[in-house]
């Protein structure tokens, strides 16, 4: 089946900084999905790209399919970014997910 | 306003006492989907359906049941609980299959 590997697993930054994730996937998919889980355990999607680049405010998203990888971008990062970020890539009836970056940013 | 709801947040229950965690969503979407959270497992799907009375088993469907005699509701039946199911469950939904997935706010079941 499908490995999802994102990296790094930990992330520390001052409030202000920019971040890359990392998400890397074993074979080509046709689903590939970022999401956020907050300090309170509550998951948001983030974006569902399964290939090209979009944008929502500070965050942005790539994602190279044939070379089977998407990266998330952070820019100006604010406390509230803080918690663990998920990719998950796949196909029809099947998401599988990494094991996330888990991202704290200090003021 | 557009959500997936899941009841009870937190539920502490004993082994082999039936219990059912509900799931609804208001969005009118075809495909819901469980998973379960477990710390260094990550997170594992469990059912899924495309639609009503389509349910298909995920990756870890041991110990589960699931229904979708509506369009809204998911319920996850757990027959006869063992404490190796205690984990943190999260109710899905997209409008089909390969669409941006919607997650409820958890249930965190404890068996003991």
């Known amino acids: 089946g499908i490995q999802v590997e994102q990296s790094p697993p930990d992330l520390i930054l001052q409030e202000g900084a920019n971040s890359t994730l990392r998400c890397n996937f074993s074979?080509?998919?046709?689903?590939l999905q970022w999401f956020h889980q907050n300090p309170w355990g509550q998951l948001i999607n983030l974006f569902y790209?399964?290939?090209g680049t979009k944008q929502n405010g500070r965050l942005s998203a790539t994602t190279v399919a044939t070379e089977r990888y998407s990266l998330l971008y952070i820019s100006s990062s604010q406390t509230t970014d803080s918690g663990v970020y998920f990719c998950?890539?796949?196909?029809?009836?099947?998401?599988?997910f990494g094991a996330g970056t888990r991202l704290a940013v200090h003021p | 306003e557009a959500q997936v709801t899941q009841n009870p947040r937190y539920l502490i229950t004993v082994t082999g006492k039936k219990l059912t965690v509900t799931c609804s969503q208001n969005?009118?979407?075809?495909?819901m989907s469980w998973y379960r959270q477990d710390p260094g497992l990550g997170l594992r799907q469990i059912y899924y359906?495309?639609?009503?009375?389509?349910?298909d088993k995920g990756d870890v469907p041991e110990g589960y049941k699931v229904s979708r005699k509506e369009k809204r509701n998911f319920p996850l039946i757990l027959e006869s609980p063992s404490p190796n199911q205690t984990s943190l469950y999260f109710c899905?939904?997209?409008?089909?299959?390969?669409?941006?997935?919607?997650f409820g706010n958890g249930t965190r079941l404890t068996v003991t």
């Open positions: 899905a939904s997209s409008l089909v299959d390969n669409s941006p997935l919607h």
């Open positions: 074979d080509s998919v046709n689903n």
């Open positions: 969005m009118n979407h075809e495909y």
């Open positions: 998950a890539a796949g196909g029809y009836n099947k998401l599988i």
């Open positions: 359906s495309m639609n009503v009375e389509v349910t």
């Open positions: 790209i399964p290939s």
